[in-house]
């Protein structure tokens, strides 16, 4: 069945290949944005890995993972504010917060060459 719900899906690219890819490319954030027919936010991290989105990291598999370079609190906190705003946005229905799901907000990132947005 399809999803028809709106969604928001964070991703990296760091873990796409080797022995233990830990976001292979037949199964990763990109797969899922495409397959959905719902209005979906995107938000790839440029230089991040798969545990930079994770507050513990100790655990056996994450040794296996690729190591990223980019900031592990700023991928957290782009993550974190985005988060909120999209479910205050839909759940509460805060139309402000679409001002930064479209622009200023998730947009400085962008700029910044940090992040890549996609949505539709």
Do not use: W
Request: hydrophobic share 45%; with cysteine.
């Amino acid at each position: 069945s399809q999803i028809n719900q709106p969604a928001l899906i964070f991703g990296e690219m760091g873990d796409a290949a080797g022995l233990f890819a830990c976001a292979p490319e037949d199964g990763n954030f990109r797969v899922f944005y495409d397959a959905l027919q719902s209005s979906v936010v995107e938000v790839e991290f440029f230089d991040a890995d798969h545990f930079d989105f994770a507050d513990s990291t100790s655990c056996l598999p994450c040794g296996f993972c690729q190591q990223g370079d980019a900031d592990d609190a700023m991928v957290k906190l782009v993550t974190r504010r985005t988060l909120v705003a999209f479910l205050r946005y839909h759940l509460l229905g805060e139309v402000v917060m679409e001002t930064y799901l479209t622009g200023d907000g998730i947009g400085s990132g962008v700029e910044a060459g940090l992040i890549a947005v996609r949505q539709k």
